[in-house]
């Protein structure tokens, strides 16, 4: 039996994609899934720097395989980085296959594949995006879905619904929205309490959980002892597969 993926895509930039992509994994690693990160794009950083996504992963949610697929020094999007560094990067199809590769072996049970940015985003130089890797993966008989990461603040919820609407016109499944950066305390704003009520009805999707604020600077065992708290769903879950 094939993994199952889980695409995680952002509704902007620095909202805690590459956190909640790390609860994801911890949480389903806890339940005894066998996991591997993909880092299709990374970019922003030099070839052997530190500080990578997948770094990041196995910092937050302990040792796993991890898989970046290229890397650009420039913090764009993947074309225009490699447009600005002038490179050729993997075309969709390529990352597609890789991912594809990963999701048949028999030793994973879930693939956590963390996109650039938006689902829009270009990823290639023919204009290939992460909606089109998603649907590349689907069509080659894996059991993909989508996971989207958004900042709780006020205007969320257009972005979620152009998110979602974006989603539904290409056929793709998302599992539901996760918050990246709730605030700590009792006192949460108005506009955030009516946003966990609304996004729901905006979206049609769940919200699957709200990871706190500042949940990146823990330690690791810190984190992967409190992400189970975090969800309300976990997207994770394989054991109903």
């Not at 899934?33 to 990578?52: F, W």
């Not at 395989?65 to 074309?79: I, S």
């Not at 072996?105 to 879930?110: F, G, T």
């Not at 649907?135 to 990461?149: E, K, Q, T, W």
Request: proline share 7%.
């Amino acid at each position: 039996m094939t993994a199952r993926v889980l695409l995680i895509a952002g509704t902007n930039t620095d909202i805690g994609k590459t956190v909640a992509a790390a609860a994801i994994v911890a949480v389903a690693r806890a339940e005894g899934a066998r996991v591997v990160y993909v880092k299709p794009a990374q970019t922003g950083l030099r070839p052997d720097e530190p500080g990578s996504d997948a770094d990041e992963i196995r910092r937050l949610a302990g040792e796993v395989e991890t898989h970046e697929f290229v890397r650009l020094p420039d913090p764009l999007a993947p074309a225009a980085a490699a447009r600005v560094a002038g490179v050729d990067v993997p075309t969709v199809a390529e990352h597609a296959a890789a991912v594809v590769e990963i999701a048949r072996r028999d030793d994973v049970d879930l693939l956590v594949v963390e996109g650039a940015g938006g689902l829009l985003v270009h990823l290639d130089a023919a204009g290939g995006t992460q909606a089109d890797l998603g649907r590349a993966i689907l069509d080659a008989g894996i059991r993909a879905a989508f996971v989207v990461v958004a900042d709780p603040v006020l205007g969320t919820l257009n972005l979620c619904a152009l998110t979602q609407e974006a989603l539904d016109s290409r056929g793709l499944p998302c599992e539901g929205y996760v918050f990246g950066t709730w605030p700590p305390g009792d006192e949460v704003p108005l506009v955030l309490e009516q946003n966990v009520r609304d996004l729901p009805e905006v979206t049609g999707r769940p919200l699957l959980g709200r990871l706190p604020a500042g949940a990146g600077r823990l330690e690791t065992t810190d984190f992967v002892a409190r992400a189970p708290a975090w969800f309300v769903h976990h997207p994770g879950r394989t054991s109903d597969t």
